[in-house]
Structures are given as structure tokens and as C-alpha cells.
């Protein structure tokens, strides 16, 4: 039995070919969940539809701006208009910009805390409505950052939009609790995708050193997270509740061990 048979699932930031709002599309797919792949990025949100329809699944794409709450109805409307009902909601559309605290503008805040923030608490509000309306409950799960919790130089407005989204996560969960919503976080570290690309190359290059402080020695890929999320939205999770699924090589685990000296 596969472990999201029909299961109905809406995720946000779908259209990105390395991304991983795709990755976990695909594997809820090979679950037997149908797929509604929503994205500023339409044409992107087609090509991970026929992906999923490979797979043997039921797909829609939408084209959804996360920052607009018009939009983001809409997008959850057509999911429940195309597959009768919405089971699991995938909050993962975000941005990244890196820029020390005297470039940035108040445009780059406004833009970061509309998509990485706000955008999250629409689609969490639109999403719950019609989980509550619907009465056999559903899971939230946001796509966070390590960044939540672990500050970072030259991307405070980045960290402080994932803040939020971390301490959503543990509201919602106790608010939605009543409702059989079970809301939970995954925090991915250094993961290669295009979003590290569109940062800008300074940021690019800081990461080095990061992913070779990363205890598991490689950068992570989408599909690392990807399973993580099948499990936080199937049975298997059915006690877990406002938790936060850290996926990082271990590198916020501690310090590493130190190296040898080079002789
Ligand atoms: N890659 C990493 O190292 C990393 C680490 C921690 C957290 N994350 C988080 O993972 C999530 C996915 O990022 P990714 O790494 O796959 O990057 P990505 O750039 O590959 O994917 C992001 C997707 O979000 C979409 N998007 C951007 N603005 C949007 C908007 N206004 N409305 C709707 N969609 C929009 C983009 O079109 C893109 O498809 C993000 O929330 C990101 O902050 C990524």
C-alpha cells in the first residue's frame, strides 16, 4: 500500500527543476497522492505537472503568486474544484537575497517577508479553511531554513522571515490541533538548488566553507528533504505535531571535530 494513496496535496514553489518543492511533488506522486503544483513560475509548474503524470499520478498546474491573498485562494479553490478536497499543503515558495545590512533596502525586506512570511500564513489560512470545512483534517508542512534558528551575516532579513515561519509552525500546530491539522517544519541546510544561484555569486561562494564544515561532507540535494516530507504527511507522523525536522549534514549539530594541521 503505497503511504499517501489519493491523498490530495497543494505545494507552493513547485516549478524550479532542481528545487525542492518539485523533488517532494514527485515523491508524494510515487505515493499515490495527486498533485496540485502551484508557482509564480507557470511554465515551470507545467513541465513538474507532466513530471507527476509520469508517474502514474493526477496533476494541475496553477500559477500563483504566494505574496497575493487573491491568488493564493484561488490556487487552493482550484485544488478542491480539481480533486474534491485538500489533504496536505507544502508551504516551500521562497526567495533569497544576500546583502549586508547597509545595501539592503527596505524593498528587499518588504519582498522577502511577503513571500518567505506572509506568503505562508495565506496558504496556511486558506489551506486550514478548507481542511476544517472539509472535517477529516490534513497536514501542514512549511519548508523553513536553518536560517530560523541560526543567524547568518548578510542575510538578516532572510533569517528573520524563516524566524517566523518557525514560530508559525508551533502556533498553528497547537491551534489547528483541534481540528486533526498537524502542522510541522522541515529545516533544510545547504541544499543545491537554483535559489542558492539567484542569491548572488558572494553568497554563493561564502556556502563553501559551510558545506565543508558540514559533518556529512557534501551539500544536500532535494531529494534529501523530499522523503522527509512524505513522511511528516503520511500516517507513519500521525503523533508528530509542531516538531521541526532539521536536514543538514549535521551542521548545526555542534562544532566538528578538528582537523589535522597541515604539515
Ligand atoms: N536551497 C537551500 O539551501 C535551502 C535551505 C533552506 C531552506 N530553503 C527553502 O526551501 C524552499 C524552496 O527553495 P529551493 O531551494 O527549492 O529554491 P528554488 O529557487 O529552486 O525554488 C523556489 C521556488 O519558489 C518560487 N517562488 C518564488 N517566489 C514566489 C512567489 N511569490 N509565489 C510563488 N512561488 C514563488 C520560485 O519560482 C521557485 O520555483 C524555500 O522556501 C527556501 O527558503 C532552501
Excluded at 118 to 127: D, E, N, P, T, V
Aim: net charge positive.
Amino acid at each position: 500500500m503505497k503511504k499517501l494513496q489519493d491523498t490530495v496535496v497543494l505545494v507552493t514553489g513547485a516549478a524550479s527543476a532542481k528545487g525542492i518543492g518539485r523533488a517532494i511533488a514527485l515523491a508524494m506522486a510515487r505515493e499515490g497522492a495527486h498533485i496540485a503544483c502551484a508557482d509564480i513560475n507557470k511554465n515551470g509548474c507545467l513541465q513538474t505537472a507532466r513530471l507527476v503524470r509520469k508517474e502514474k499520478a493526477q496533476a494541475i498546474a496553477l500559477r500563483a503568486d504566494a505574496a497575493k491573498a487573491d491568488e493564493v485562494q484561488k490556487a487552493v479553490d482550484s485544488t478542491v474544484a480539481a480533486f474534491g478536497g485538500l489533504d496536505v499543503l507544502i508551504n516551500n515558495a521562497g526567495i533569497a537575497c544576500f546583502k549586508n545590512l547597509i545595501d539592503l533596502s527596505e524593498e528587499d525586506w518588504d519582498r522577502t517577508f511577503q513571500i518567505n512570511s506572509k506568503g505562508y500564513f495565506l496558504f496556511c489560512r486558506a489551506a486550514a479553511k478548507a481542511m476544517i470545512k472539509q472535517g477529516r483534517g490534513g497536514v501542514i508542512i512549511n519548508i523553513s531554513s536553518i536560517s530560523a534558528t541560526l543567524a547568518g551575516a548578510m542575510k538578516v532579513h532572510y533569517c528573520a522571515s524563516k524566524a517566523a515561519v518557525h514560530m508559525m509552525t508551533q502556533g498553528l500546530a497547537l491551534e489547528l490541533a483541534s481540528a486533526g491539522i498537524r502542522v510541522n517544519e522541515i529545516s533544510p541546510g545547504s541544499i543545491e538548488t537554483n535559489i542558492i544561484k539567484n542569491a548572488g555569486i558572494r553568497e554563493a561562494l561564502a556556502r563553501i566553507p559551510r558545506v565543508k564544515r558540514t559533518p556529512l561532507g557534501r551539500p544536500g540535494t532535494a531529494a534529501d528533504i523530499a522523503p522527509a516530507a512524505v513522511f511528516l504527511a503520511s500516517d507513519d507522523a500521525s503523533f508528530i505535531t509542531g516538531a521541526n525536522l532539521v536536514i543538514d549534514g549535521g551542521l548545526t549539530a555542534g562544532q566538528p571535530a578538528p582537523q589535522p594541521l597541515e604539515s
